[in-house]
C-alpha cells in the first residue's frame, strides 16, 4: 500500500544510521514494528497485580 506521509528527515537519517538498515522503508517498517511491540507490552504488565490469585496455589510445593 503506498502512502505519502511527511517524515522529519534529519529523524528518519538519524533511525537509518542506528539501525543500520538498507532502507527509509525497512527502517520505518522496524520502527513501526517496535513501537507496536511496546504498547502491547504496556498493557501486559498493566495487568501485573489485576488478575485474581489462586489461593490454593502453593509455590514452595515446585521448590526441590
Known sequence: MA????IDTELL????????LPTKKDTVNQA???FVQRRK?????ALFGNLP????YDYK????
Open 41 to 45: 507490552q504496556r498493557e501486559i504488565t
Open 53 to 56: 490469585q489462586d489461593e490454593d
Open 3 to 6: 502512502t505519502n506521509l511527511s
Open 32 to 34: 513501526l514494528m517496535e
Open 13 to 20: 537519517n538519524e533511525a537509518l544510521v542506528i539501525s543500520g
Open 61 to 64: 510445593s515446585r521448590r526441590k
